[in-house]
């Protein structure tokens, strides 16, 4: 039964990586809503079939922040393919795990990434 | 690291007098309460004694003190002891009505949820928007056969105290013939307000040891007498056959003890306590853009500040402050397990997106005014610092 966050949850919680906007995003989605307490709005600067750089902005509790965190770490450098594999499972997985409540907020992670790579490809090849 | 506790309204540290009255019934005067041997007597009459001083600082007689294991169990015990014990014509659906309100502890609320889902008929009452019962909503809905209604005192989240003592006047003044039972889950308030239940005109109230200053595991509850509460629970005659179960000697001395203590210790607390919590409530509404206080601004438990901070969510504000050292609760979905933010501010009326955000300080007798300051000095960073992660989302 773990019900508590892990040491991975806590650093990137305390200490997000690729936080804040991406200036010149080519692929850019909001999952979420307000209701549920957790939004994540995901930016992605694609260049070829590279995922060059990937940050976020989120609102929401300590696993809805270090899973977006953690998403943008496994997906950045990345070809296009590998990213749009991203599945919540390995987000909570690099993340020691998530208390069986947080598992939707990995979920929410991997609909992040996968969404913002949807709106890359729906503006056509050079994605601006 | 500092480590400042403000969840004392979660539960609260053991007292050292406390601990000193229970180290003998541990392994010295270890005996069951219910041997007669000199082993059992000598339980027996820690137990007894203990009963006797809760009695007083209730204002009742010792056997109208039923030790149970919770505040939950003595909660479930009361409501579903109250209804166990209604005769067999009143015990059809549409002979029998009860009444709560929305904003109960989960210890009354679930139960009556599960007397709803046996086919009992329920009414839950609604709050303003700063929790307080409406006692004209109360009146309309108290029906000849209403057999039980359950106020708490006061809100454990919020901190707004409820009108018991005239919610009494007005269920003694109803014209039926069948006077509804009365109960209170006073959990929330033994450091703070009147515990005399002839003054507060209740048959039946709840008290956990641990909110104020006892161990955890004993409840109380206070059954006055012709009030009609059958087991509900089996195996054995221990107090007054409601509790079956050895009882537990050294925590219903420690209980004794810590709400003796909570007593003589009342008046300062509620100055303390009242004092810096104002100094909370008016540092963070200054220091911090988009927040409110919520709850009633006066009719208020002196422990509790609980504020709604917008664009944030609670569960991360809360690991934030822990971070720092500083010890909260939070109503967000994400402390609750089931993805719904506290039932007690969305019944209060707000948003459910305002309702993520909020977070709990509750103050105890040893906090001090550094301990104060140390949390205005980083609170308004982190919530900053999370809004800014959000960007505004």
């Known amino acids: 039964m773990n019900q508590l966050y892990s040491e991975k949850v806590m650093d990137h919680f305390l200490h997000p990586r690729n936080m804040g906007e991406l200036p010149g995003a080519n692929g850019v989605a909001t999952v979420g809503n307000k209701q549920c307490g957790d939004v994540m709005k995901m930016y992605l600067k694609i260049e070829g079939e590279t995922v060059k750089e990937a940050k976020f902005q989120t609102l929401g509790c300590g696993a809805a922040i270090s899973t977006s965190s953690m998403a943008t770490e496994m997906i950045k450098g990345k ?19 998530l208390p069986s409540s947080k598992i939707h907020c990995s979920v929410l992670a991997a609909e992040a990434v996968k969404r913002a790579i949807e709106d890359y490809r729906s503006k056509g090849e050079g994605g601006k | 690291m500092r480590k400042i506790y403000l969840d004392y309204a979660a539960t609260t540290p053991i007292l050292p007098e406390v601990i000193e009255a229970m180290t003998p019934f541990w392994a010295e005067k270890f005996g069951n309460a219910s041997s007669l041997h000199s082993f059992g007597r000598e339980a027996r009459v820690a137990v007894e004694q203990s009963r006797d001083q809760v009695a007083e600082i209730l204002n009742c007689e010792p056997e109208e003190i039923i030790f149970t294991g919770t505040t939950t169990t003595s909660d479930n015990l009361a409501i579903l002891g109250v209804v166990n014990a209604l005769e067999e ?23 009556f949820k599960y007397l709803e889902s046996q086919g009992f008929a329920v009414t839950y009452l609604s709050v303003d928007k700063y929790g307080v019962v409406d006692l004209k909503e109360l009146e309309k809905a108290i029906r000849p056969e209403t057999v039980l209604v359950s106020v708490m005192y006061a809100n454990n989240e919020v901190g707004t105290i409820e009108p018991i003592e005239e919610i009494s006047k007005l269920l003694q003044a ?13 959990a929330a308030v033994a450091e703070y307000l009147t515990l005399d239940v002839q003054k507060l005109g209740v048959d039946l109230m709840t008290l956990g ?49 810590a709400l003796e203590l909570s007593i003589k210790y009342h008046v300062l607390s509620i100055k303390l306590v009242t004092e810096l919590r104002d100094k909370l409530i008016k540092g963070v509404l200054e220091k911090v853009p988009d927040c409110y206080l919520t709850g009633h601004p006066t009719q208020r438990l002196p422990d509790i500040a609980s504020f709604v901070f917008k664009g944030v969510e609670g569960e991360a504000v809360l690991l934030r402050l822990d971070a720092e050292g500083i010890a909260v ?29 909020s977070i709990r300080f509750s103050l105890g007798r040893n906090t ?12 308004p960073k982190i919530i900053s610092d999370l809004r800014n992660l959000s960007g505004g989302l």
């Open chain 1, 79 to 97: 070809p296009l393919s590998d990213a749009l594999k991203l599945t919540n499972q390995a987000i909570a997985e690099a993340l020691d795990g």
């Open chain 2, 89 to 111: 014509k009143q015990l059809s659906p549409n002979r029998c009505h009860l009444i709560t309100t929305a904003i109960e502890h989960h210890a009354v609320l679930d139960t």
């Open chain 2, 174 to 186: 109803t014209s039926y013939k069948l006077k509804p039972k009365f109960h209170t889950d006073a």
């Open chain 2, 209 to 257: 040891a641990h909110k104020f200053g006892g161990p955890k595991g004993v409840g109380i509850l206070y059954i006055k007498k012709g009030t009609g509460v059958n087991p509900v629970t089996f195996g054995g005659h221990h107090e007054n056959g409601l509790w079956p179960g050895t009882e537990a000697v050294p925590l219903i001395v420690g209980t004794a003890k």
């Open chain 2, 329 to 357: 609760s939070s109503g967000s979905a994400c402390t609750s397990g089931d993805l719904k933010p506290s039932h007690v501010l969305l019944v209060m009326g707000i948003p459910q997106e305002e309702a993520h955000g």
């Open chain 2, 368 to 379: 001090t005014e550094e301990e104060i300051n140390y949390v205005l000095e980083k609170l």
